[in-house]
């Protein structure tokens, strides 16, 4: 398995600009979450879903949106760049109804700088 | 707002020594995680302790929870250098609230050979 996929892994952006990153898991995880990190911060959660169709703001979820169209994927669009969105974003998975319970399985990041 | 603090922010120790780092949250929780970062790589669980539960090993792990004072520690014995790492704590408030976890700013681990 390949578990959670994110790409690209990096990206720089114009002001304005729009862009998807993308986020994959082949473990039939229910839950799905984007989380930004940036210095000193630790993660903050931008959106999660439960489940296809569900999805749920986090703590910073302005300037971007979400939706869940199947179990696999999990993409995070940002609307419109802004400088304050440079940051490293992370996908992650977690399934209560498995062994693998609470904990959640991370991608490698996507580092996002905005000019 | 973060709901964990890790304290020390960073951590230089000699491969053998023993390494502990503390987190202190503000609210309630269900569960509390630990997870490792490497450089440029994503977090990896580590380990869970629920609230009902004072202490709790894993290979060289060992994680102690006291409710009262809000505050768990983690613990690696016999440090090598792949623990180089930072170091996050996660709490989960609520019983169905997985994958929305809280984290700490984390506390950098450097171990020297």
């Known amino acids: 398995n390949a578990g959670v996929t994110q790409t690209p892994k990096f990206q720089v952006l114009k002001t304005g600009q729009s862009m998807t990153l993308q986020c994959a898991q082949d473990?039939?995880?229910?839950?799905m979450s984007w989380y930004r990190q940036d210095p000193g911060m630790g993660l903050r959660l931008i959106h999660y879903?439960?489940?296809?169709?569900?999805?749920d703001q986090g703590e910073v979820p302005n300037g971007y949106n979400v939706s869940r169209s199947t179990t696999e994927d999990f993409p995070l669009r940002l609307l419109s760049a802004a400088p304050s969105q440079t940051s490293v974003y992370f996908c992650a998975s977690s399934s209560p109804s498995t062994g693998a319970g609470e904990k959640l399985f991370f991608g490698s990041g996507t580092q996002l700088s905005v000019l | 707002s973060q709901q964990g603090e890790e304290d020390p922010q960073a951590l230089s120790i000699q491969e053998g020594e023993n390494a502990t780092m503390n987190c202190s949250y503000k609210t309630s929780i269900n569960n509390l995680q630990w997870y490792r970062q490497n450089s440029g790589r994503g977090l990896v669980h580590l380990i869970l302790i629920r609230s009902n539960e004072r202490e709790k090993h894993s290979g060289r792990l060992r994680v102690t929870l006291d409710t009262s004072k809000k505050s768990s520690s983690l613990l690696i014995t016999a440090s090598r250098a792949a623990d180089t790492a930072s170091y996050f704590c996660a709490t989960d408030a609520r019983t169905d609230s997985w994958g929305k976890l809280q984290f700490g700013a984390g506390t950098q681990v450097v171990v020297t050979p």
């Open positions: 879903s439960v489940g296809a169709g569900i999805t």
């Open positions: 473990m039939n995880h229910e839950y």
